[in-house]
């Protein structure tokens, strides 16, 4: 079992004060991991700490990166699952790829020479901020980007990507050549994209506060890395079995999480092309991203508010044309919701009809868009899933149907709509102390009487 790290005994090995934060490098889902910060040669962590809390200045940083690719230079032990580069240094994506690239089966080592020109390509490459800078940079460096190899011009991307330049990543990603078998992009990890997603108020090293700017950043460069072929197809399903694990999670990350901000940027002409980008390369999204790209934005903390509004009709037909559900009953994707790939008869269909259910009572389009979900495949009795292999008291809403969903939030005409597709109105389930109810027990447990009664009387 992995140890978990002393507070006070990181502090002595990162050389850092009683009165210093610890920095947010060093935790990974929340634990301070004992095994990488205390190995004996383990040092891209302490670099990345140290640069990020401002005791060390660039050139050293670099230094201290791409000094492990010299010849000669200290080797590192490959990173354990949950323990690797991409998923523990995803706080410094820089060191990130220099290690992954340094870890390569196929990787030579530099000589001193380019050992230090390599250096001076990533220093411009980090205080460049559009493509005139990193031309005159590295040039007057003595090292112009255009006579750089793929493998270097994969870094400096991945540090234009980190500092948010997206002119220049879209200029590096369209002009240049990537690493023939796999880039640095297709190694990160879904969870990089969530934390900047999800984040309040990350201002944190190498990430943008969690805005639709923000976010508008991240599809531009990722349409850009995809259609220049840096991310290559087909693209290779998780050997975990877990969402947001590789490349195959930070493509569904890129378009999940949907606040009440992100309306507009949802049914933007750039999403289409990112979402036109992931169709020319045959990818399947992952029900739990439809669902979520479908579903109204929520406040992060709050969850459903006034303020959350459902994805327009016209956007969800392109999404839905696109990524058609037809295709999830040909399985063959990597499902959030478990490690097989289940079809809409089992939890597929529920997750995404729940997603427009949620949407405002107020809103119109929720009973055209659930007519097209259920037009498109949707089963309408299909259930919340009860996972057997969970032990421990049911969570809220197992055993659902979508029914229950609606009669839970007394939507009187989203109720017909689904008895006219042929929803149970008898049909039980199991919520809680709420075992074996109907949905019209549920309306009525909720206060909404007429709903109730509505669909007690309906005879289909």
């Not at 989203?414 to 019209?440: F, I, N, V, W």
Request: proline share 5%; charged share 25%.
């Amino acid at each position: 079992m992995r140890r978990l790290i002393d507070p006070e005994e990181y502090r002595r090995a990162c050389g850092l004060a009683d009165d210093q934060e610890l920095p947010i490098v060093a935790i990974s889902g929340g634990h301070l991991l004992y095994e990488e910060i205390m190995h004996p040669d383990e040092c891209f962590l302490k670099t990345s700490a140290r640069f990020f809390l401002g005791q060390m200045t660039l050139d050293k940083y670099f230094d201290r990166l791409v000094g492990h690719l010299k010849i000669g230079a200290t080797l590192h032990e490959p990173d354990k699952w949950e323990a690797n580069a991409q998923h523990y240094l995803s706080h410094d994506l820089i060191g990130a790829c220099i290690k992954l690239w340094m870890q390569n089966k196929d990787f030579a080592p530099l000589d001193a020479s380019s050992t230090a020109r390599l250096k001076e390509l990533c220093i411009a490459a980090y205080c460049s901020e559009t493509v005139e800078d990193i031309i005159r940079e590295s040039t007057a460096a003595g090292v112009p980007v255009e006579s750089a190899p793929p493998e270097w011009i994969d870094i400096i991307t991945v540090i234009a990507y980190a500092r948010r330049r997206v002119k220049l990543v879209q200029h590096l990603a369209t002009s240049y050549q990537t690493p023939a078998k796999v880039s640095t992009f297709e190694k990160l990890s879904g969870g990089h994209i969530r934390y900047i997603r999800i984040s309040l108020e990350n201002t944190d090293f190498q990430h943008s506060p969690c805005t639709a700017s923000s976010r508008l950043m991240e599809i531009l460069m990722w349409t850009s890395l995809i259609r220049s072929g840096w991310v290559h197809s087909p693209i290779p399903h998780d050997r975990h079995g877990i969402g947001s694990k590789g490349i195959r999670g930070v493509l569904n990350e890129l378009l999940s999480h949907w606040t009440p901000e992100d309306h507009h940027l949802r049914s933007s002409p750039e999403v289409k092309e990112f979402c036109e980008a992931l169709h020319a390369i045959d990818f399947m999204l992952d029900i739990s991203a439809i669902a979520s790209f479908l579903s109204p934005g929520k406040d992060w903390g709050e969850g459903l508010t006034e303020r959350s509004v459902g994805c327009d009709l016209k956007t969800a037909e392109m999404f839905l044309d696109l990524f058609p559900l037809s295709r999830l009953e040909e399985g063959g994707y990597n499902s959030s919701f478990a490690t097989f790939s289940p079809p809409l008869r089992l939890g597929c269909s529920h997750a995404l009809m729940k997603s427009v259910a949620e949407w405002g009572v107020d809103n119109p389009d929720r009973l055209s868009m659930m007519k097209m979900l259920l037009e498109r495949g949707c089963y309408v009795n299909d259930r919340y899933p009860k996972w057997e292999c969970l032990v421990g008291p049911e969570e809220p809403g197992q055993n659902d149907t979508v029914l229950h969903v609606v009669a839970a939030r007394g939507d009187r005409e989203l109720a017909y709509l689904l008895l006219k597709h042929g929803a149970e109105k008898d049909g039980r389930a199991g919520q809680g102390r709420d075992l074996d109810t109907s949905p019209a027990q549920r309306a009525r447990s909720r206060g909404f009487v007429e709903t109730a009664e509505r669909i007690e009387r309906y005879q289909g």
